[in-house]
């Protein structure tokens, strides 16, 4: 068989997101989610929570197959980006600049910890059934 008549299940697959974009297309979804829940609630709640939750989700089913370690990486990646950017809608008062931008970055990554987490451990399992799957 020469390289041009390669089955269909040995050639990568080209459709779909690529490393890159998937630190993009979720950075700015999330971005848009944590905005929206910062003006509405003034703070950062349970829609910032499942926001980063279902945009790993879709970005673990859009992925093209070459690139499912970009999932795996891109929740604790994100919610930095958006919490240190968007995130800032929410300032809080009290003590030094310096003071409060630690205290924000802080209590935003503990306090939320279980779910950016949890979206890591379930694009672990989705990029894992994915590559069994097609192997």
Partial sequence: MTEME???ENTPTLKGWTYQGV???NTLLFMVVMAADCIVN???TMWSEVGILVITVIAALKVRRNDLT???WSPPIVWLIALETVGQIDKQEGGTAAHRQLLHLAYGL???AMWILGSVIVAIVITTIRRFRNS
Avoid: E, L
Wanted: charged share 0%; aromatic share 6%.
């Fill in 6 to 8: 390669q089955s269909p």
């Fill in 23 to 25: 630190f993009v297309i």
């Fill in 42 to 44: 003034h703070t950062v």
């Fill in 70 to 72: 970009a999932v795996v």
């Fill in 110 to 112: 503990a306090n939320h």
